[in-house]
């Protein structure tokens, strides 16, 4: 009965000892007349799960394991092949989780840089702002400049003949004129500051505030 059936149907393995061996030959016995599909024997799961191991396919070998497991679960190697298969296990969650690890670090890395390009962009806009208040400055002191000097010359005026007093007269509305631009121009450069001491807390906050350490690995 055992010579009907085509080579290679049926592997006996001794990795289950004498028991398994009289067990997989009762089996033979029992099935040679009546099928020839090839059974794998537990010898044959236990070498592809180890090969798939040792070549780095652990997602394939854990499967290899769990139906070796599945199908042998009283085989004496079973303890020690549930052992690998828990430790390929274990590994193939860590792995996960240190690439899960890595790409929050680049994440990270990718929002700090965003952060220091506000930043920088921020302290560029302070300067910028920090140059035209100064600009702002030196018009007002020309423009009180300006107003003292027309001052005096209103005063000569009024020491002047009458036909000098039209041309006063005109003089004193150049004054006012000077005298609304000049208003402007400080509620202008009050704003500025306003908004200069805004960035310069916004640079502060910036600075003060702890850069977010890498996750230990």
């Not at 609304?180 to 908004?195: C, F, M, N, S, T």
Request: charged residues 35%; aromatic residues 2%; neutral net charge.
């Amino acid at each position: 009965m055992l010579d009907s059936l085509p080579a290679g149907a049926i592997q006996v393995s001794p990795v289950g000892g004498t028991r398994s061996g009289l067990l997989w030959l009762l089996i033979l016995a029992l099935t040679a007349g009546c099928t020839t599909i090839p059974i794998v024997g537990p010898a044959v799961l236990l070498a592809r799960a180890d090969r798939q191991a040792r070549e780095g396919a652990w997602d394939d070998a854990v499967r290899s394991y769990d139906e070796y497991l599945g199908r042998f679960p009283d085989d004496e190697d079973a303890p020690r092949i549930l052992e690998s298969r828990d430790t390929l296990a274990a590994m193939l969650t860590a792995r996960a989780e240190v690439a899960r690890r890595r790409e929050e670090v680049t994440r990270l890395q990718d929002e700090l840089t965003k952060l220091e390009n506000e930043g920088t962009r921020l302290r560029e806009d302070g300067t910028r702002q920090r140059a035209e208040v100064t600009i702002l400055r030196d018009e007002v002191i020309k423009l009180r400049d300006e107003r003292v000097r027309l001052h005096d010359e209103r005063a000569r005026l009024s020491n002047e003949s009458g036909a000098l007093r039209e041309e006063l007269t005109r003089r004193e509305g150049d004054l006012a004129r000077t005298r609304q631009e000049l208003a402007v121009r400080q509620a202008e450069a009050d704003k500025l500051r306003a908004y200069i001491e805004r960035l310069k807390e916004i640079d502060l906050k910036l600075e003060r505030k702890p850069l977010n350490p890498p996750p230990a690995r």
